[in-house]
């Protein structure tokens, strides 16, 4: 078992005909995913990678089955894309595009939550169920099959876990980037009830940074409703306030945001944080342990 | 991006926001004529600058000096404007090199009965704009949250129904608006609000929004800032940006596609992604050093980047040593590599760099490295790196 995605999981590319669409479809198919098609409108008919492309995602749906995408179209155009994948009634839509307008994704969100979608991102890595599905831009090698089910405002940090979790012999069920903006489609919450209901996952990563109030609602939603073991790690203790660090989302505004105020709410869910990022595996060994 | 107050202000005025009359001046002399013009006993001088705090802030080199003051005569505005324009103002928000005045607002003065705080933002929690007001005027929104946060009422509303009247009715009832007076509030209140939409706004901010003793609420004060991300259908937007009041460095940075940060410390850091960039200044900071920068490289980095990366860091002359901590995933550590030595060869490496690579490739990577005979130090893993970048520091 895993969250979102598994090895049945039906995958199309919005955006496939650009140069890092088609880059991450290959790498995706590579994985093993399961790529049965992409959009670009206009460029219907035509084949990359070996998937056929269509012009619309009602048509990719029709033909090719698929009930989850891969959304790399540009900025301004990634509230239409996420909308059309909504109206084909695709079920996970996972979008990576970085630097779509606050404002689009406050009228898109509504919409999203009213339908059966769900959506990741935008400005993330990607879902990946490993040695089943990938979706998104991760280095798949570097995932292993296992417990632990982590989940991230980040990229690179990310695989920084995952590489910690094997090197400590950790395999994952599910890594999950939730993405760096202010408003994104899936809440830390949300995953959380996900991750508690899936039998293949024993324990948690939450990997927070500072900016919004994500990690506190995550901290409280643990305390009342997860029984697994959580470990946690925030990013940007030394970061200063009013200062926006590479994320969108990733400021202290307002003196609310800040690292300690998370860490001190984790902690205060019994969540184990790590207090270096040099030690996120080694923190999950220990929630694990400490749970038994 | 942010914008100056008399900017902002003009916006307001095309939204329909009641605004005092003012008058832009660069020199004392067009700030004497201003006062004339506006033809009123008394005036403000305010000092424009993008930072907060400008009341209470001081000019650099003539702690008298305010970066707002009162004046009561043509002369005076021309005196007051004259130590202020082209001197740098200290607030607690600009750091102690304090930010260069180009201009300055001459603005009529009014009548206050009340001052009271307004915002708009995106709230996270309720994935919205929410407009937020308080009946602590002149304070920072912060301090009343911290002590008073019922002090603050808030209201949230969709971006294209806009405000609804009945939102700004119970907003009054809250802040003991009254009589005539809601009706000027509900112009002003929609209209920020439409401000905050059209425009694709992060942020708008009226401290002190004020009422005047004829009972007219007006934004005495205005911070606008606007999305970065949705510029580019704002096109008009662009010509407001002052280039003068930003980081050279993060300008130059980010025309190179690289995000950086300036920070105060001693290690220069290069990163790939935002959030690993983010743990490696508080790794550093665990350490027992600070960082002197964010730098964050992105998913792909060429030779090009690498090396306007490392000439931004080392033009920071609080750097005593520069560390690359890159996870490569999509990125081959090979190709960071190469980069790494093509950019050594190009620039003056003057401090110790110590180099972390993780990844695809990485045994390759470090051969490159070894290979090239070059000064470079080699770390595994985060804690060793930060150990050997902040030992080398010193």
Same mark, same amino acid.
């Given at each position: 078992m895993s969250i979102l995605i598994n090895k049945s999981t039906r995958v199309i590319c919005q955006?496939?005909?650009?140069k890092v669409g088609q880059f991450h479809t290959k790498g995706c198919k590579e994985y093993?995913?399961?790529?049965?098609g992409g959009v670009t409108p206009g460029k219907g008919g035509e084949t990359i990678e070996g998937v056929p492309v269509f012009d619309t995602v009602a048509e990719a749906v029709e033909k090719t089955g698929a009930n989850a995408t891969m959304i790399f179209v540009p900025p301004a155009f990634t509230a239409d894309a996420i909308l059309e994948a909504v109206d084909a009634g695709i079920q996970v839509i996972i979008a990576i595009t970085e630097g779509v307008p606050v404002l689009d994704m406050v009228r898109v969100y509504p919409r999203v939550k009213a339908s059966k979608s769900v959506l990741i991102g935008p400005n993330c890595p990607g879902v990946i169920t490993p040695e089943e599905c990938k979706i998104g831009i991760?280095?798949?090698?570097i995932h292993k099959k296992g417990p632990v089910g982590v989940m991230s405002r980040s990229g690179t940090l990310t695989y920084e876990a995952v590489w910690q979790l094997s090197n400590v012999g950790l395999g994952q069920s599910t890594c999950v980037g939730?993405?760096?903006?202010?408003?994104?489609?899936?809440s830390q919450i949300e995953l959380l009830k996900m991750y508690q209901d899936d039998?293949?996952?024993?324990a948690i990563m939450l990997i927070g940074e500072i900016g919004g109030t994500a990690e506190e609602e995550a901290a409280a939603y643990v305390k009342e409703h997860v029984t697994k073991p959580v470990a946690a790690f925030i990013a940007g203790q030394a970061a200063p306030p009013?200062?926006?660090?590479?994320?969108?989302?990733?400021i202290i505004s307002g003196g609310k945001g800040t690292a300690a105020e998370k860490i001190a709410a984790l902690r205060a869910a019994n969540i184990e944080v790590?207090?270096?990022?040099?030690d996120m595996g080694a923190a999950i060994v220990r929630a694990m342990k400490r749970s038994k | 991006m942010k914008i100056h107050e008399f900017q902002a202000k003009q916006i307001l005025r095309n939204e329909g926001v009641a605004v005092p009359q003012s008058i832009v001046a660069r020199s004392p002399e067009e700030a004497g004529a201003a006062f004339t013009t506006l033809g009123g006993a008394i005036a403000v001088v305010k000092a424009q600058i993008h930072a907060g705090g400008r009341g209470k802030g001081t000019i650099k080199d003539n +702690?008298?000096?305010?970066?707002v003051q009162l004046v009561k005569s043509a002369k005076e505005a021309a005196e007051v404007a004259g130590r202020i324009l082209g001197k740098e103002l200290v607030t607690i928000q600009t750091g102690p090199d304090g930010k260069l005045v180009n201009q300055v607002l001459v603005e009529a003065g009014c009548e206050i009965a009340r001052e009271l705080y307004l915002g708009i933002v995106v709230d996270r929690s309720s994935h919205g704009p929410i407009l937020m007001v308080s +009946?602590?005027?002149?304070?920072e929104i912060e301090k009343v949250a911290a002590e008073?946060?019922?002090k603050i009422f808030k209201e949230a509303f969709d971006p294209d129904l806009g405000l609804q009247s009945f939102q700004v009715r119970k907003l009054c009832k809250k802040l003991g608006i009254t009589g005539a007076s809601v009706a000027s509030a509900e112009r002003l209140m929609k209209g920020l609000c439409r401000v905050f939409v059209k425009y694709d706004c992060s942020m708008v901010e009226i401290n002190p929004l004020v009422v005047t003793k004829a009972g007219e609420l007006m934004a005495l004060d205005a911070k606008v800032t606007f999305d970065d991300n949705a510029l580019f259908r704002h096109? @008009?937007?662009?010509?407001?940006? @002052?280039? +003068?009041?930003?980081e050279p460095s993060e300008v130059k940075a980010a025309e190179t596609g690289l995000s950086y940060v300036k920070l105060t410390g001693t290690i220069g850091c290069l990163v790939n992604g935002a959030g690993l960039a983010m743990s490696t200044l508080d790794i550093i900071q665990l350490h027992g050093a600070m960082p002197a920068n964010f730098l964050d490289v992105g998913g792909g980095a060429n030779v090009q980047q690498v090396t306007e990366a490392f000439r931004i860091i080392l033009? @920071?002359?609080?750097?005593?040593a520069v560390l690359v901590n890159i996870f490569g995933g999509i990125m081959r550590c090979t190709t960071i590599a190469s980069a790494i030595i093509e950019a050594y060869k190009t620039v003056t490496f003057t401090v110790p760099l110590v180099v972390r690579l993780e990844g695809t490739e990485v045994a390759e990577a470090r051969k490159l490295l070894v290979d090239s005979k070059l000064n470079i130090i080699s770390a595994e893993g985060l804690t060793d790196a930060a150990k050997k970048v902040v030992a080398a520091a010193k």
């Open positions: 955006g496939i005909t650009g093993g995913t399961q790529m049965v991760m280095p798949g090698y939730l993405g760096g903006d202010p408003i994104v489609g899936t039998p293949a996952t024993e009013g200062k926006r660090m590479g994320h969108a989302g990733a790590a207090e270096s990022p040099a | +702690s008298a000096q305010r970066g +009946s602590e005027g002149g304070v008073t946060p019922e096109k @008009d937007l662009l010509e407001l940006r @002052d280039l +003068s009041e930003e033009a @920071d002359k609080n750097v005593k």
